[in-house]
T-cell receptor, first 114, second 114 residues
Framework: DAGVIQSPRHEVTEMGQEVTLRCKPI?????LFWYRQTMMRGLELLIY????????DSGMPEDRFSAKMPNASFSTLKIQPSEPRDSAVYFC????????????FGEGSWLTVV | AQSVTQPDIHITVSEGASLELRCNYS??????LFWYVQSPGQGLQLLLK??????LVQGIKGFEAEFKRSQSSFNLRKPSVHWSDAAEYFC????????????FGQGTTLQVKP
């Protein structure tokens, strides 16, 4: 299996620009998660989907952040406008109900906003 | 409140020495427990997990962990550390009723001395 695939792996952007992070979950998985990792706050769950439907977005920091999952094999996390404090590693992860909450992570998108 | 505590932010051990990383949790439901490892610049890789049954679980790379309900702990151990084990280790907890949504500890960074 190819695992969870994220793109871009690295992005440097200027403050105020729109950033779109992409994720392809493991085929057949029905849960998809977006996490953010920073030194200060560790791993934070931003939002997760079940069967393409957003279930809990309480971790999304503010309206500048939005996430979509138009189909079972693709999701995006968008930041508009971006700010320097959004600099972090953003992980996408997926899991399959019945696998006992085992979440498989992608390798992350390293975002720097200057 | 649900939480995971990893008391040790940073641990240094000599190569060949034994290792124990501590994890304590506070969780109202029956917990599912996980240990993940993150190498620099990489995503999180599952080391092992506990759902039920034998409280001593074996994982990949020679790691094991023991679930102690009375102490609300799930400590990770390895009898002999290798230089390649240097990484950050995360303990996480979830439950069947909250499929896929994990709460992570802040992580423990392991440094291995030659």
């Amino acid at each position: 299996d190819a695992g969870v695939i994220q793109s871009p792996r690295h992005e440097v952007t200027e403050m105020g620009q729109e950033v779109t992070l992409r994720c392809k979950p493991i085929s057949g998985h029905d849960y998809l998660f977006w996490y953010r990792q920073t030194m200060m706050r560790g791993l934070e769950l931003l939002i997760y989907f079940n069967n393409n439907v957003p279930i809990d977005d309480s971790g999304m920091p503010e309206d500048r952040f939005s996430a979509k999952m138009p189909n079972a094999s693709f999701s995006t996390l968008k930041i508009q406008p971006s700010e320097p404090r959004d600099s972090a590693v953003y992980f996408c992860a997926s899991s399959l109900v019945g696998s006992g909450n085992t979440i498989y992570f992608g390798e992350g998108s390293w975002l720097t906003v200057v | 409140a649900q939480s995971v505590t990893q008391p040790d932010i940073h641990i240094t051990v000599s190569e060949g020495a034994s290792l124990e990383l501590r994890c304590n949790y506070s969780y109202g439901a029956t917990p599912y427990l996980f240990w993940y490892v993150q190498s620099p610049g990489q995503g999180l890789q599952l080391l092992l997990k506990y759902f039920s049954g034998d409280t001593l679980v074996q994982g990949i790379k020679g790691f094991e962990a023991e679930f102690k309900r009375s102490q609300s702990s799930f400590n990770l151990r390895k009898p002999s550390v290798h230089w390649s084990d240097a990484a950050e280790y995360f303990c996480a907890v979830g439950s069947l009723g909250n499929t896929g949504k994990l709460i992570f500890g802040q992580g423990t960074t392991l440094q291995v001395k030659p």
